[in-house]
């Protein structure tokens, strides 16, 4: 696999975790809107699982665009 296509990949990967994050925000809300509880514990623990996923996403793609 060549630069331009780690790059492409990389890219792909953290547009897919920028769409779990913005669900994530959807079930937050919609969970602190109906009152449930349960339900926003875990869109918020789906939220920062998400972000931790992006962290190693956005270091990588800094590094190899200072390359």
Known sequence: MNADEKKREITFH???WILFII?????????AKDGNMLGL???IVFFIACAF?????????NRETED
């Open 41 to 43: 514990i875990g869109s």
């Open 23 to 31: 669900c994530a925000g959807f079930f937050i809300a919609a969970s």
């Open 53 to 61: 996923f992006i962290i190693p996403l956005v270091i990588r793609k």
């Open 14 to 16: 953290l547009w897919g």
